[in-house]
Nanobody
């Protein structure tokens, strides 16, 4: 069993930065891929970024590519999402998840955190 807790969300002006953290308890991330997803009010959940379980290959959605960076620490107990050049359309609840592969399909992930709110003002 893996418990995931996100932190680092908040209110930021457009153009600003935030770094989200996803801490795992119960197990490390070493045997899993990890991903970040977001859901804005009235919209479906959207894939943001993922990192593979082995060599750390990363995948990003087109909407965040070049602005966001996913990473994990050496001990593989925390996954990060560095978000730069934030836009109002990035406003959403951001959730991390672990799964078998670094893919965009949410169905490939089997443990989820509760999420952290990110609000970007214009």
């Amino acid at each position: 069993q893996v418990q995931l807790v996100e932190s680092g969300g908040g209110l930021v002006q457009a153009g600003g930065s935030l770094r989200l953290s996803c801490a795992a308890s119960g197990r490390t991330f070493s045997g899993y891929a990890a991903g970040w997803f977001r859901q804005a009010p009235g919209k479906e959940r959207e894939f943001v970024a993922a990192i593979s379980r082995s060599v750390g290959t990363t995948v990003y959605s087109d909407s965040v590519k070049g602005r966001f960076t996913i990473s994990r620490d050496i001990a593989k107990t925390t996954v990060y999402l560095q978000m730069n050049s934030l836009k109002p359309e990035d406003t959403a609840v951001y959730s991390c998840a672990v799964g078998s592969a670094a893919v965009s399909a949410g169905t490939s992930y089997f443990y989820w955190g509760q999420g952290t709110q990110v609000t970007v003002s214009s």
